[in-house]
């Protein structure tokens, strides 16, 4: 069966005090892994897609990285307005569906 | 670009009446757009998923009859809930993938229904 973990579910963190998320998942043939970023009462905003092992993308303060098992949301130096739940997804090969992990809430206090 | 709007952002209805969401790709064309339900602090919750001009495939455990899915256009998809109840307030949220071997979906505002 096709799945999404997330951990850890929520993240307090000291303004500047970088760290990373973790997505652990079980697919059948990824054609791509998503991280998404959704703020309290707003629909996810897209962030980035990583299609095979080894690949790394970059936007401002975050880097996302992924492994045959794992994807890691990298995030470096945050500031308060970096406070979001942070979804990671995979679409299976054979499947229109994008199956998502329940996410981790990330808190950065000023 | 990859835009997605959603409406209403939010609505009351009154149980027993229904209620219908647009969700339109302003800036692209749609094959497969997707809906989802989500409680609070909780994950995204896939009800349907559509394809343009063709019937939407339904996740097991929602109610085809209660949810109906539209998807008449590249453009447009409509989720009508009918004879809603106040279990079905909740955060619905549509989402978008690009023709032409696009893996990503964009995603809408999100819409809160309240059934009161």
């Known amino acids: 069966e096709d799945q999404v973990t997330q951990s850890p579910e929520a993240l307090r963190l000291q303004e500047g005090e970088s760290s990373s998320l973790n997505c652990s998942y079980t697919?059948?043939?990824?054609?791509?892994l998503f991280w998404y970023r959704q703020d309290p009462g707003k629909g996810p905003e897209f962030l980035f897609t990583l299609y095979s092992a080894g690949e790394e993308k970059e936007k401002e303060r975050l880097k996302a990285t992924l492994t045959k098992k794992e994807s890691f949301l990298h995030i470096t130096a945050p500031k308060p307005e970096d406070s979001a739940t942070y979804l990671c997804a995979v679409r299976p090969r054979r499947d229109d569906k994008i199956i998502f992990g329940k996410g981790t809430r990330l808190h950065i206090l000023p | 670009g990859a835009v997605v709007s959603q409406h209403p952002s939010w609505v009351i209805c009154k149980s027993g009446t229904s209620v219908k969401i647009e969700c339109r790709s302003l800036?692209?064309?749609?094959?497969?757009m997707f809906w989802y339900r989500q409680f609070p602090k909780q994950s995204l919750m896939l009800m349907a998923t559509?394809?343009?001009?063709?019937?939407?495939?339904?996740e097991q455990g929602v109610e085809k009859d209660k949810f109906l899915i539209n998807h008449a256009s590249l453009t447009l998809s409509t989720l009508t809930v009918t004879s809603a109840h106040p279990e079905d307030s909740s955060f619905y949220i549509c989402?978008?993938?690009?023709?032409?071997?696009?893996?990503?979906?964009?995603f809408g505002q999100g819409t809160r229904l309240t059934v009161v």
């Open positions: 697919v059948s043939g990824l054609r791509g």
């Open positions: 800036d692209f064309q749609a094959t497969t």
């Open positions: 559509s394809n343009e001009g063709s019937k939407a495939t339904y």
């Open positions: 989402s978008a993938r690009p023709q032409g071997g696009i893996t990503e979906a964009f």
